[in-house]
């Protein structure tokens, strides 16, 4: 059984700072997605990461995928009370039988 | 952006009694998936289907759980005979492709089900 980590938990943090969530495994993905999820809402894709060491920028997220394709890092750089929200790493194989991460659960304070 | 689109969002049932759940994918994909998530868990794999055929299924995916593409449009969920455990948001993903090149899995916003 493939098992993906992601720590911490829960992170709160104010506006400005800058915060990194992790994803972990054992096992190798051939690729990584990272979503965010809203209350009562689906997932949302916000990137894949496919080779290992790839790094991949969106606006102030920055995501990378280990280079050996079992982690993976997501960074924020100048939170803002709009990036609150749960996210979620899931890795597969493309999005054949995506297994998703255990989220990390981010609050961002005024 | 497109939307893939799930009815209904709430549906309540007795334990042993059959459930539809409906899911409308985006029009031009073809690989179409049902997840769910049982309160506080983590999102879980049921079955993914293409070709009119299932393509792969998890151990969730038992034989009280059926799949369909009645219409060419349509793809539903059937949970034959409730049981309490089932209780869960479910949804439902289509992509246009497998996603090897990070095609998107789109999402669609849930049905809860809740058995009693």
């Known amino acids: 059984t493939q098992l993906l980590e992601q720590s911490p938990q829960f992170l709160s943090i104010q506006e400005g700072e800058n915060l990194t969530v992790y994803c972990n495994s054992s096992s190798v993905f051939s690729s990584l997605q990272w979503y965010r999820q809203e209350p009562g809402e689906g997932p949302v894709l916000l990137v894949t990461v496919v080779t290992g060491g790839e790094v991949k920028k969106l606006k102030r997220l920055t995501f990378q995928f280990g280079d050996a394709r079992k982690d993976s890092s997501l960074h924020i750089t100048a939170a803002q009370p709009g990036d609150t929200g749960l996210y979620l790493c899931a890795g597969g194989f493309g999005n054949e039988k995506l297994t998703f991460g255990t989220g990390t659960r981010l609050t961002i304070i005024p | 952006e497109p939307e893939v689109t799930q009815t209904p969002s709430h549906q309540v049932t007795q334990m042993g009694q059959e459930v539809i759940l409906r899911c409308v994918p985006i029009?031009?994909?073809?690989?179409f998936y049902w997840y769910r998530q049982i309160l506080g868990q983590k999102v879980e794999f049921l079955v993914s289907?293409?070709?009119?055929?299932?393509?792969?299924k998890s151990e969730i995916f038992d034989d009280q759980f059926s799949v369909e593409r009645p219409d060419g449009s349509n793809f539903t969920l059937k949970i034959r005979s409730t049981k309490l455990e089932d209780s869960a948001m479910y949804f439902c993903a289509s992509s246009g492709d497998r996603g090897l090149l990070g095609e998107k899995l789109f999402f669609g916003s849930g049905t809860q089900l809740s058995v009693l």
């Open positions: 289907f293409y070709n009119n055929e299932i393509s792969e």
């Open positions: 029009s031009n994909h073809l690989y």
